[in-house]
Protein backbone atom coordinates (compact mmCIF):
# COMPACT_ATOMS: atom_id res chain seq x y z
CA UNK A 1 0.00 0.00 0.00
CA UNK A 2 1.09 3.45 -0.79
CA UNK A 3 1.31 5.88 2.09
CA UNK A 4 -0.39 9.31 1.12
CA UNK A 5 1.26 11.76 3.31
CA UNK A 6 -1.40 13.64 2.53
CA UNK A 7 -3.77 11.48 4.93
CA UNK A 8 -0.94 12.05 7.92
CA UNK A 9 -1.77 13.60 11.08
CA UNK A 10 0.30 14.30 14.24
CA UNK A 11 -1.54 14.89 17.45
CA UNK A 12 -0.76 14.96 21.31
CA UNK A 13 -2.51 11.95 22.03
CA UNK A 14 -5.47 13.43 23.45
CA UNK A 15 -9.43 13.24 22.78
CA UNK A 16 -9.63 16.44 21.50
CA UNK A 17 -7.18 15.72 19.08
CA UNK A 18 -8.04 12.44 17.33
CA UNK A 19 -11.61 14.45 17.35
CA UNK A 20 -10.48 17.19 15.40
CA UNK A 21 -7.92 15.49 13.22
CA UNK A 22 -10.55 13.03 12.32
CA UNK A 23 -13.44 15.59 11.77
CA UNK A 24 -10.72 17.18 9.04
CA UNK A 25 -10.00 13.95 7.64
CA UNK A 26 -13.69 13.28 6.85
CA UNK A 27 -14.75 16.64 5.63
CA UNK A 28 -12.60 15.65 2.48
CA UNK A 29 -14.07 15.12 -0.50
CA UNK A 30 -12.28 11.63 -0.65
CA UNK A 31 -12.53 10.33 2.94
CA UNK A 32 -10.34 7.93 3.95
CA UNK A 33 -11.79 4.09 4.82
CA UNK A 34 -9.59 3.40 7.44
CA UNK A 35 -7.92 5.48 10.43
CA UNK A 36 -4.89 4.22 12.56
CA UNK A 37 -4.54 5.93 16.04
CA UNK A 38 -1.60 6.00 18.14
CA UNK A 39 -3.26 6.27 21.32
CA UNK A 40 -6.73 5.43 22.99
CA UNK A 41 -7.71 8.34 23.24
CA UNK A 42 -7.29 9.80 20.32
CA UNK A 43 -9.34 6.37 19.09
CA UNK A 44 -11.98 7.67 21.34
CA UNK A 45 -12.15 11.35 19.73
CA UNK A 46 -11.95 9.55 16.50
CA UNK A 47 -15.05 7.52 17.00
CA UNK A 48 -16.88 10.49 18.50
CA UNK A 49 -16.49 12.43 15.39
CA UNK A 50 -17.79 9.48 13.42
CA UNK A 51 -20.66 9.53 15.35
CA UNK A 52 -20.94 13.70 14.82
CA UNK A 53 -21.06 13.12 11.20
CA UNK A 54 -23.13 10.49 10.83
CA UNK A 55 -20.40 7.60 9.78
CA UNK A 56 -20.41 4.12 11.73
CA UNK A 57 -17.59 2.07 12.80
CA UNK A 58 -16.16 -0.51 11.04
CA UNK A 59 -19.26 -0.10 8.56
CA UNK A 60 -18.11 3.21 6.85
CA UNK A 61 -14.10 3.87 8.44
CA UNK A 62 -12.40 1.12 10.33
CA UNK A 63 -10.62 2.16 13.28
CA UNK A 64 -6.96 0.30 14.73
CA UNK A 65 -5.05 1.76 18.08
CA UNK A 66 -1.42 1.40 18.96
CA UNK A 67 -2.02 0.99 22.85
CA UNK A 68 -5.10 -1.28 23.80
CA UNK A 69 -7.40 0.65 26.38
CA UNK A 70 -7.88 -0.94 29.74
CA UNK A 71 -11.77 -0.98 29.05
CA UNK A 72 -11.75 -2.00 25.79
CA UNK A 73 -14.18 -4.67 25.83
CA UNK A 74 -16.60 -1.72 27.90
CA UNK A 75 -18.00 0.80 25.04
CA UNK A 76 -18.80 -0.76 21.05
CA UNK A 77 -18.00 -0.89 18.76
CA UNK A 78 -14.54 -2.92 20.81
CA UNK A 79 -11.13 -1.13 19.22
CA UNK A 80 -8.68 -3.13 17.26
CA UNK A 81 -5.42 -2.74 18.95
CA UNK A 82 -1.66 -2.91 19.11
CA UNK A 83 -1.26 -4.53 22.91
CA UNK A 84 2.36 -3.79 24.13
CA UNK A 85 3.48 -5.67 26.93
CA UNK A 86 3.54 -3.08 29.54
CA UNK A 87 4.30 -5.67 32.14
CA UNK A 88 7.13 -6.36 30.67
CA UNK A 89 8.35 -3.21 29.69
CA UNK A 90 8.14 -1.77 33.43
CA UNK A 91 9.78 -5.24 34.85
CA UNK A 92 12.88 -5.05 32.20
CA UNK A 93 13.35 -1.34 32.52
CA UNK A 94 13.53 -1.67 36.51
CA UNK A 95 15.81 -4.93 35.84
CA UNK A 96 18.58 -2.77 34.07
CA UNK A 97 17.99 0.11 36.16
CA UNK A 98 18.80 -2.23 39.90
CA UNK A 99 21.64 -3.64 37.47
CA UNK A 100 23.24 -0.18 36.65
CA UNK A 101 22.72 1.06 40.37
CA UNK A 102 24.24 -2.07 42.09
CA UNK A 103 27.05 -2.12 40.14
CA UNK A 104 26.27 -5.52 38.05
CA UNK A 105 26.23 -3.32 34.69
CA UNK A 106 28.70 -0.75 33.95
CA UNK A 107 27.99 -0.25 30.28
CA UNK A 108 26.92 2.81 29.56
CA UNK A 109 25.32 2.31 26.27
CA UNK A 110 21.37 1.92 25.40
CA UNK A 111 20.53 -1.53 25.73
CA UNK A 112 18.15 -3.18 23.20
CA UNK A 113 15.56 -5.07 24.15
CA UNK A 114 12.85 -6.67 21.99
CA UNK A 115 9.15 -7.24 23.48
CA UNK A 116 6.42 -8.97 20.95
CA UNK A 117 3.66 -6.71 21.19
CA UNK A 118 0.03 -8.68 20.75
CA UNK A 119 -2.34 -7.68 17.87
CA UNK A 120 -5.69 -7.79 19.38
CA UNK A 121 -8.34 -7.93 16.43
CA UNK A 122 -11.57 -6.45 17.18
CA UNK A 123 -15.06 -5.17 16.04
CA UNK A 124 -13.56 -1.87 14.85
CA UNK A 125 -12.03 -3.25 11.81
CA UNK A 126 -14.69 -5.94 10.44
CA UNK A 127 -16.64 -4.90 7.86
CA UNK A 128 -15.08 -1.38 6.47
CA UNK A 129 -16.22 -0.35 3.46
CA UNK A 130 -14.60 1.56 0.88
CA UNK A 131 -16.12 4.96 0.43
CA UNK A 132 -18.26 6.06 -2.44
CA UNK A 133 -17.92 9.44 -1.56
Not at 20 to 34: S, W
Not at 89 to 117: C, D, M, N
Request: glycine fraction near 6%; charge should be neutral.
Amino acid sequence: MKIDPNLIREGDFRFETGHRITKDLLLRRVRPTALSASSGMIALGAIKALEETQLNCPQDIAIAVFVDLPLADVYRPHLTAVAQPAYEIGYKGAEILIQRVEGQSTTPSPVHIRLEPELKIRESTTGARPSHT
